[in-house]
């Protein structure tokens, strides 16, 4: 029997309930985290920008405060790139995508630079170091520099926090508050047992939870991993299929139920980075013909899909519209000063709209 073919508005629609973007959720936020598989972290508030829009009573003091505590950490996970994780999620998922942080790091100048050196010794005294006391990337250089004179500082620092398990240590990450990025080991911040791994399957039945439908090349997207096709493959029996418009296979949970694609989409603030946007090779289900953000510290979904990017200056905050978005000028604008008043109550006074 043939597959049902999705419209990109079902598969907006479907994504975006599973995001906890069709309607806030009144849920723990360790919870949500966890059923997100993470929050986009390379900016160090995000996390908390990207909770806001889908927790109906967020407070990023909350979150603030579990970070401090070392129940949330960040470190680098899918696609090595920076994510915040509950811990014990974090202690599971590092190992799983660790190989992706080993063959980013080989693509690297830092890999060419170290070429014939021993490894092993250097991420011992690297790890040795980190352990001693958490350490930025320019004191791992100063201490390692000592160790291999002749080869660069910045590429053997690099190697260190791209090979050891490291994550980033508080105050880097904790809302209204600021400080460089510094590393230590998992072990020796967390004091809990390092893995063991999540298995790739569970790992993208989970993924399938927070994305799906979704195809196979949309999770090696979003993860950075590879082998993926024969990983889908093992689970087929347990996994409903359908075809996208263009005829690709899509992978989906038996159990979840697709919201009807006619679903009102409320609009939705979201930061630079968050992974609903960045979550599959295939973005057209939240990108409406040729507008793309264009680098400004948040994106704005109106009825789903891109349209428009807002940043905060001065006592402003900024909303840069699309034709699509200034059609709902007025939710919008109340959408961020709902941001406003949660986020900012005492520094940022207005929204202020232009096109984009």
Request: charged letters at 25%.
């Amino acid at each position: 029997m043939a597959a049902d073919v999705l419209t990109k508005r079902a598969l907006n629609r479907a994504t975006l309930s599973r995001q906890f973007l069709l309607e806030r959720a009144n849920l723990p936020v360790e919870m949500v985290i966890d059923h997100l598989v993470g929050m986009q972290a390379q900016n160090p508030f995000d996390p908390y920008y990207g909770l806001w829009a889908r927790l109906d009573a967020f407070d990023p003091d909350y979150l603030a405060g579990k970070v401090m505590a070392g129940e949330v950490v960040r470190a680098s996970f899918m696609r090595a790139t920076l994510h915040m994780l509950t811990t014990d999620d974090a202690l599971r998922v590092h190992p799983t995508t660790r190989g992706v942080l080993e063959r980013v790091f080989r693509s690297t100048q830092f890999a060419k630079d170290l070429v014939g050196l021993d490894m092993d010794e250097l991420l011992e005294l690297a790890r040795a170091s980190m352990e001693e006391a958490p350490r930025t990337r320019a004191e791992l250089a100063r201490a390692l520099g000592e160790r291999w004179p002749d080869r660069p500082p910045s590429s053997l620092a690099q190697a260190a926090t791209y090979l050891v398990p490291v994550l980033q240590v508080p105050p880097r990450g904790v809302w209204g508050r600021t400080g460089q990025a510094v590393w230590s080991t998992f072990s020796s911040f967390t004091q809990e047992p390092y893995g063991p791994p999540l298995a790739v399957e569970d790992f993208a039945l989970r993924y399938l939870g927070a994305f799906g439908p979704a195809a196979v090349k949309d999770m090696r997207v979003w993860s950075g991993l590879t082998g993926l096709r024969e990983v889908f493959e093992g689970l087929r029996p347990r996994l409903r299929t359908y075809r996208d418009e263009s005829g690709v296979e899509l992978f989906d949970l038996p159990d979840l139920e697709l919201p009807d694609p006619e679903t009102p989409a409320p609009p939705r603030l979201l930061p630079e980075y968050d992974n609903v946007l960045l979550g599959h090779s295939d973005r057209s289900r939240f990108f409406d013909g040729d507008a793309q953000p264009k680098g400004w510290v948040g994106n704005v979904l109106v009825d789903g899909v891109f349209a428009g990017s807002w940043k905060v200056d001065g006592d402003c905050l900024h909303l840069h519209l699309t034709e699509h978005g200034m059609a709902e000028e007025a939710d919008v604008v109340g959408e961020a000063r709902r941001l406003i008043d949660r986020t900012w109550p005492d520094d940022v006074h207005e929204a202020l709209v232009t096109p984009f």
